[in-house]
């Protein structure tokens, strides 16, 4: 499994609120059961989004989304089972919004 690629959400229960999560979690750790994600979900749903570098935005089929890097969570590998793209461009994006998470700088 590649670090920084989207997947789709596979459970129905969540997928319309958050219907793609990010793998970022190392691929030197790819023996264990689980991965670490960040969820997205559509622009549209949040009503402001005054912590931009937290929570990067996307396009995807020209729709605009937000990774919601304060609900990292982790997932079992066989939810990651239908990749869409890479966002390895967003990667310094998404590791600043991981470290402000953490450290708040």
Known sequence: MAQFTLYENQNPDSKETY??????????????????????????????????????????NDESFVLLTHQMTNVPMSALKSPVTTIEHLRGEILEAIDILITGI
């Open 19 to 60: 219907p793609y999560f990010v793998d970022v979690q190392c691929n030197l750790l790819d023996s264990l059961n689980s991965r670490l994600v960040i969820p997205l979900t559509q622009h549209r749903n949040l009503e402001k989004t005054n912590i931009n570098n937290l929570c990067p935005q996307v396009t995807l």
